[in-house]
Nanobody, 114 residues
Framework: QVRLAESGGGLVQPGGSLRLSCAASGSIFSRNVMGWYRQAPGKQRELVAVQTSGGSTNYADSVKGRFTISRDNAKNTVYLQMDSLKPEDTAVYYC????????WGQGTQVTVSS
């Protein structure tokens, strides 16, 4: 069974930065995809950024140039560095892992407000 432990959310002013972390435990296959989705109030969950175990990345257009995804395969941990945050980035951010199945974290709140 796979468990995902997220950390790093919080309240930040516009233009600020946050770093999210997600550590996966359990049966994570060596070939997998790890990343982040988000869901704002009244909106559907959307992809933010994902990265394969081989290093390929995919970003939402809205975060390109501001967010950076990275991972430590030895620790089964994925990170999301979020810079130049905007109020429209406010959402619950969910860690995601695709291995044999899809797994989701509990979510961490990110609020961008002055």
């Amino acid at each position: 069974q796979v468990r995902l432990a997220e950390s790093g959310g919080g309240l930040v002013q516009p233009g600020g930065s946050l770093r999210l972390s997600c550590a996966a435990s359990g049966s994570i296959f060596s070939r997998n995809v790890m990343g982040w989705y988000r869901q704002a109030p009244g909106k559907q969950r959307e992809l933010v950024a994902v990265q394969t175990s081989g290093g390929s990345t995919n970003y939402a257009d809205s975060v390109k140039g501001r967010f950076t995804i990275s991972r430590d395969n030895a620790k089964n941990t994925v990170y999301l560095q979020m810079d130049s945050l905007k109020p429209e980035d406010t959402a619950v951010y969910y860690c995601y892992v695709r291995a044999l199945y899809d797994y989701w974290g509990q979510g961490t709140q990110v609020t961008v407000s002055s």
